[in-house]
């Protein structure tokens, strides 16, 4: 087994197999949506012709949503995929939000989180997307004034209930819409069904990975991983690996890798942030180039899948620092890829 190709073929990285930005977040489960101006690269370094006209107008269609969701974190699912993954999700990530709220010495009663619900959806259905500036000045109107830790926490809870997802995507702040205008109402799905789906999800696009990986990306307790791992039978095998234990599908991909490709990996990218463990890819000394103890992610360079460096996605012109080997004026295609998308 060769885990870092495997990787970059299943995550859509290297021969990707996709062309619709909607079906790569749907093949992907979720996919990390923390840099609200990098999600966009993080989807469509993913298809085969990347595109940032074609992101938006899939997220503006409400083809992809953005809400806090698994870990209660931003994240993008597929329509398709929304009310499986609250239904299956949203239990646990309230609670951690609230466990969160409990440690910053917050408390919201029921009936403040009601009260400002409502007029969080009544804002958002009158606005069509609305900024979090349309929620301050509305709850304004009424009295009510709160400061800005207090009313994030509100709409991720709005969020997290199925009331609120994403508007209409803007260059740099969020917007929030209905969740009612943006995706169609569906049966509740059995929770065995779901976790089959959720699993397999995750290690058809992460694969390989191990169950401390599953774990840690989904936020799910240890009997539910291995409770969608189970009911997945033999559609799902172990392979060991230097002396761990790792999941593959029985479609995993193992063809279509070539050797001598960089990539531009965004912040916060499921390439890293999707597995507990990250030395497989990243040496441990140069972990702290990649991501700090308080959760921030970086965007990194790799070759061939490995992470040797760093880039600046925000600078007017490209700026890149590599902290293993030599690469002088081997990122130009990679470059070149970006710009386009940017363009396109």
């Not at 819409?177 to 929770?191: E, G, H, N, S, Y």
């Not at 761990?244 to 990539?263: M, P, Q, S, V």
Request: hydrophobic share 40%.
């Amino acid at each position: 087994m060769t885990p870092v190709s495997i990787r970059l073929l299943n995550q859509q990285l290297v021969a990707p197999q996709f062309d619709d930005p909607a079906e790569v977040v749907g093949h992907m489960g979720a996919v990390q949506a923390q840099e609200y101006r990098m999600m966009r690269w993080a989807v469509e370094m993913r298809t085969r012709k990347p595109s940032a006209k074609a992101f938006k107008q899939a997220f503006d269609s409400g083809r992809i949503i953005r809400l806090h969701l698994m870990r209660g974190t931003w994240q993008l699912v597929s329509a398709e995929d929304y009310w499986m993954m609250i239904g299956l999700c949203a239990p646990k990530a309230i609670a951690v939000t609230k466990g969160w709220m409990s440690s910053n010495k917050i408390t919201i009663p029921d009936e403040e989180l009601m009260r400002i619900r409502d007029i969080l959806a009544q804002t958002a259905a009158d606005k069509g997307s609305a900024t979090k500036d349309d929620f301050v000045h509305a709850l304004a109107l009424k009295g009510l004034h709160m400061d800005n830790h207090r009313l994030s926490y509100h709409i991720r809870m709005a969020e997290m209930s199925g009331t609120l997802c994403s508007g209409d995507l803007l260059p740099m702040k969020a917007t929030y819409a209905l969740i009612a205008d943006k995706v169609k109402p569906t049966a509740k799905m059995d929770r065995d069904e779901a976790l089959i789906i959720f699993t397999r999800k995750y290690f058809q696009s992460r694969q390989p990975a191990t169950i401390e990986d599953f774990v840690w990306w989904s936020g799910l307790n240890v009997s539910d991983c291995r409770r969608g791992i189970a009911l997945l039978g033999d559609r799902i095998h172990l392979e060991k690996w230097k002396g761990r234990k790792f999941y593959l599908t029985d479609d995993c991909r193992t063809r279509g890798f070539r050797k001598g490709k960089y990539l531009m990996i965004p912040p916060y990218d499921e390439y890293l942030i999707g597995y507990k463990s990250r030395e497989i890819v990243l040496p441990p000394e140069y972990r702290h180039k990649a991501h700090n103890n308080s959760g921030i992610f970086l965007p990194v360079i790799t070759y061939d899948g490995l992470v040797c460096g760093n880039w600046a996605p925000f600078k007017e012109e490209l700026q890149v620092e590599f902290f293993i080997g030599n690469h002088d004026n081997c990122i130009q295609e990679e470059s070149s890829r970006y710009k386009k998308f940017q363009e396109k």
